[in-house]
């Protein structure tokens, strides 16, 4: 069983930065791919940023330039830095792991098997 747990939301001024954490419990957690998602309500679920086992990165062009992800050794965190924030970063954001990875990154909320609970963040 794998459980993902969101924290570190909270309301920022524009301009302002949040580390958001997601913690990983379960019986294995060699996941392939481990992603951030952001949804407003009403509005689609947007893909924000993917960590590979690897080590390897990539960030919707939404993001680019002003989140960074990152992961402890032991894959059991994974972090979404975000400076430079604006009124449109306003969302709940959720964390999501796959093991099951492909030789591209997993961007598609069907590529990702478990999801957190999510953490608001509010920019304003």
């Known amino acids: 069983h794998v459980q993902l747990v969101e924290s570190g939301g909270g309301s920022v001024q524009p301009g302002g930065s949040l580390r958001l954490s997601c913690t990983a419990s379960?019986?294995?957690?060699?996941?392939?791919?481990m992603g951030w998602y952001r949804q407003v309500p009403d509005f689609e679920c947007e893909w924000i940023s993917t960590?590979?086992?690897?080590?390897?990165?990539t960030y919707a062009d939404s993001v680019k330039g002003r989140f960074t992800i990152s992961q402890n050794n032991a894959k059991t965190t994974t972090w979404l830095q975000m400076n430079s924030l604006k009124p449109e970063d306003t969302a709940m954001y959720y964390c999501?792991?796959?093991?099951?990875?492909?030789?591209?990154?997993?961007?598609?909320?069907?590529?990702?098997?478990?999801w957190g609970q999510g953490t608001q963040v509010t920019v304003s």
């Open positions: 960590i590979r086992a690897d080590g390897s990165t």
């Open positions: 379960g019986v294995a957690l060699d996941f392939a791919d």
């Open positions: 999501a792991a796959t093991y099951r990875g492909g030789p591209l990154p997993s961007i598609h909320r069907n590529d990702f098997r478990f």
